[in-house]
């Protein structure tokens, strides 16, 4: 028997009407980068493993997609294999099994273009880009082994303006696409590494903002236990309990952190960091959160999280924030930067869950011509190429069939118009045409067709 055919879990087909739904969405995002003068780039699926590697903490680094190298069975290297795969069971990579990884995310990858380009580049330079991702994660509800991110970053400035910029951004998007009672969350990492510095010292930053990062999650009894466990003391613990209990809007909450940490140097730059952003920015769902530390190594400042409306279960839908170094990384220092990332999946959800998609995203073929005859289909031909050529989408019924067959096809693909020109239409110089939707039907001149359709 033969086996089901089946896709890979955590990865989805998409027919014409999902496809043209995302499209909707990507477009609404594009339009809006290009608005605020970004430019498009394109970076391969694949890295070199090396570029990903060390880039996304411990835990992001267990998420990449290893590529197997070519050859790994030939009889020469069996050897050289069985001792790689003994350092990948130690959780170690090896070059004589793996060399290249699908691309994690977009922001390594274009701080490697970057990095490999900087000497034609103009900064600050804007750029966006629309490109699917891999991550070996464990499929569920808005999260996806692969999927497509919508990046939007700036390098070579150190400007505030930037952020303030991206939040607009955000605030632009979800408001061109419905999306109300969303919640863009903003922090700084120099706020959690002057808790780092209050718990003993700034090499505690990566420990605490990895546990952090879990709260939503696994609660803060289990955010206690992992600290524990990552050698914090019960008053350190204490400290960052105290840290993660402030609450209420936005100045109370600047109140509650400066009596923390105010007094750190660090704290005090991320503080002030936050209330320009705060200040200046037209977005008034930016809401502070001192809980939200995205677990990500390169980020140094500013870090925003876009949570779904309330009423959806959903997890982020959006994030991003400052890297100051990202590019020294690859051998080219002091190019800072900052960038967002807009979850097209699980805005794709939202947008489903909550009905928002417009009635006009579901059209494709605007007309149907029904084929009466050879003679006929021939006539309505060339009248349809005319329309085509016009930019109008039609296409003709691929047989004679009986009426009845062309009208189940027209409204099983949701066609709105169908068109018929018989004999005596050749004749007489116009077609008969129905709406499918009001179900009215009128009598068309030929030459009147195209107007008709716009």
């Not at 605020?36 to 267990?62: I, Q, R, V």
């Not at 109140?255 to 002030?272: L, M, P």
């Not at 149907?368 to 289909?377: D, Q, T």
């Amino acid at each position: 028997m033969r086996n089901k055919p089946s896709i890979p879990q955590g990865t989805r087909d998409f027919s014409a009407a999902i496809v043209r739904k995302r499209n909707y969405i990507f477009s609404v995002i594009k339009n809006v980068f290009e608005t605020y003068s970004f430019e498009p780039l394109e970076t391969p699926a694949m890295e070199n493993l090396e570029t990903l590697m060390g880039k996304y903490g411990e835990e992001g680094d267990k998420l990449i997609f290893k590529i197997l190298n070519n050859g790994i069975s030939n009889e020469k290297n069996i050897e050289k294999s069985k001792a790689g795969f003994e350092k990948l069971l130690q959780g170690k990579n090896s070059s004589d099994i793996t060399e290249r990884a699908l691309k994690y995310d977009l922001t390594i990858p274009f701080a490697r273009y970057v990095a490999m380009n900087h000497t034609k580049l103009i900064f600050p330079f804007r750029r966006y880009q629309v490109q699917p991702v891999w991550r070996a994660d464990r499929p569920q509800k808005g999260r996806y082994r692969e999927f497509t991110q919508c990046d939007a970053d700036v390098v070579g400035s150190q400007s505030l303006l930037n952020e303030v910029e991206l939040a607009n951004i955000y605030h632009d998007v979800f408001t061109r696409l419905g999306i109300k009672g969303y919640e863009l969350r903003i922090n700084s990492r120099k706020i959690l590494a002057a808790l780092a510095t209050l718990c003993g010292g700034t090499d505690k930053l990566t420990n605490i903002s990895i546990a952090i990062d879990k709260l939503d999650k696994i609660g803060i009894e289990k955010v206690k236990e992992e600290l524990q466990q990552r050698g914090l003391t019960d008053e350190q613990i204490n400290t960052v309990e105290s840290y993660l209990n402030i609450s209420g809007n936005n100045d109370e909450k600047l109140v509650q952190v400066k009596a923390i940490i105010g007094d750190i140097e660090t704290g005090k730059q991320g503080i002030a960091e936050i209330e320009y952003v705060l200040g200046k920015t037209k977005n008034t769902n930016l809401s502070i959160d001192f809980t939200l530390a995205r677990g990500l190594n390169y980020y140094t400042g500013i870090i925003f999280e876009v949570a779904a409306p309330k009423e959806i279960k959903m997890g982020s839908i959006g994030g991003g924030g400052r890297y100051d170094d990202l590019t020294g990384l690859f051998g080219v220092p002091n190019i800072t930067g900052v960038g967002i990332s807009f979850g097209v999946d699980r805005i794709y959800d939202v947008l489903e869950e909550m009905n928002l998609f417009p009635g006009t995203v579901h059209s494709g073929t605007r007309a149907l011509f029904f084929n009466m005859g050879e003679k006929e289909s021939e006539f309505a031909f060339n009248i349809m190429q005319q329309l085509r050529n016009k930019g109008i989408a039609c296409e003709m019924y691929h047989e004679a069939a009986k009426i009845n067959k062309q009208f189940s096809y027209a409204e099983k693909k949701n066609i709105p118009t169908v068109i018929i020109i018989g004999s005596k239409e050749m004749e007489e110089g116009y077609c008969t045409v129905k709406n499918l939707a009001l179900g009215k039907q009128e009598m068309i001149e030929n030459d009147k067709l195209e107007k008709y359709l716009e």
